[in-house]
């Protein structure tokens, strides 16, 4: 049974990704669905409204609304659009639902239901429906070209007429997706990377992209591969190991985030004075706050020489790409509500289970339900 499919133009500010990319909208077209684009919805992300062949452009969000039974989206959509989406319609988004948690239940009251991708549990099954992953992908890789592009020095080394460039020296705090993808990123553009996790079972990987990883004597590890929070000996301790490392470095990329919560304070200000002038700090966890002490969320400053940025929304700044992945990881998690009956929501799957945020008219995930 074919459904209707809407593709809204997203409303947050700088958000340039969207949700689908007319491939995978075909996909969806081409099993038998009527899929529907808000005019200009892809323009940003390097699709214009003529290159969705297999859909029905539409101009305003009441024509997109109509009858729409799932709207996925990126960011969290207007409430204007979801006033006007159908009883018994499924919106697939990242939600964020620690932030005004009142909206959704009043969309959740006039029964719509949600789900929230960056609840998606991140077990093997649901790989392919991790955005958190696919995101922080694409934010590992802007962190270092960022880093790159603010640097007063060159990464890699370069041996001329007029003398011998030593590589940057650049550490990378975090060795969780976009981590690792700052690593692979700054090691492609030649710098020297150390590495840092506290969970010590990251070395493998860190090692195995040609990084140094740095011995703190650290070990948060917990099961399943998640860090606990460290005791305030640890804290110290940790501190004046990445000291030392810091003082040395270049380039700093800062990558420890905890989606809902703030990002832990990694980088004190006493440690970015021990940091030599003209030296870069990226800190990723911007959206969090940030893992710098000093790092000021959508800003780049300079202390005492050392050069600090805050990015927000990296994604969005490779938006063809971000979208690519999202409409996939989007793509797969669909195929757990589409069923030969239409649309199908079934509490009980592991996966829904896990991002289900709403339904029958109430918030229904343990986490927020209270």
């Not at 640890?234 to 501190?239: D, G, T, V």
């Not at 780049?300 to 990881?329: D, F, K, Q």
């Amino acid at each position: 049974m074919g459904l209707t499919i809407g593709i809204a133009a997203e409303t947050a500010s700088g958000e340039k990704r969207v949700a689908l990319d007319p491939p995978t909208a075909a996909k969806l077209a081409g099993a038998g669905h009527e899929v529907r684009v808000q005019s200009g919805a892809g323009v940003e992300a390097g699709h214009p409204d003529a290159a969705w062949k297999d859909c029905q452009v539409v101009n305003d969000t009441s024509a997109l609304a109509a009858d729409l039974q799932i709207l996925p989206a990126v960011g969290r959509p207007a409430g204007e659009l979801l006033e006007k989406l159908p009883r018994g319609s499924l919106v697939i988004a990242q939600l964020a639902p620690h932030r005004d948690l009142d909206a959704l239940k009043q969309a959740a009251s006039r029964g719509i239901s949600l789900i929230a991708m960056e609840l998606v549990p991140r077990i093997t099954r649901a790989q392919a429906m991790d955005v958190l992953s696919s995101q922080a992908t694409v934010a590992g890789y802007q962190g270092v070209i960022i880093a790159a592009d603010i640097s007063p020095r060159l990464l890699p080394m370069l041996t001329t007429a007029a003398g011998t460039l030593r590589p940057a020296q650049a550490v990378v705090i975090g060795a969780g997706v976009a981590g690792l993808q700052a690593i692979a990123t700054a090691r492609r553009l030649g710098a020297q990377v150390e590495a840092y996790d506290i969970r010590a079972a990251a070395r493998e990987q860190v090692e195995s992209l040609g990084a140094r990883m740095i011995d703190t004597g650290v070990d948060a590890e917990t099961e399943g591969g998640y860090a606990r929070e460290l005791s305030e000996d640890e804290k110290n301790q940790q501190a004046e190991a990445l000291a030392a490392r810091l003082a040395r470095a270049d380039i700093v990329i800062t990558t420890a985030a905890i989606p809902g919560r703030p990002s832990p304070k990694i980088i004190s200000a006493e440690m970015v004075a021990g940091m030599q002038p003209g030296s870069v700090i990226v800190d990723i966890a911007a959206e969090g706050g940030g893992n710098c002490e000093l790092t000021r969320p959508g800003e780049t400053i300079s202390e005492n020489g050392v050069i600090i940025s805050g990015p927000l929304n990296l994604p969005s700044r490779c938006a063809l790409h971000a979208s690519e992945m999202y409409a996939r990881n989007i793509f797969n998690l669909m195929q757990l509500v589409i069923g030969e009956q239409g649309l199908v929501i079934d509490p009980d799957d592991e996966v829904i289970a896990g991002c289900l945020l709403a339904h029958d008219g109430a918030i229904v995930h343990p986490k927020f339900k209270e």
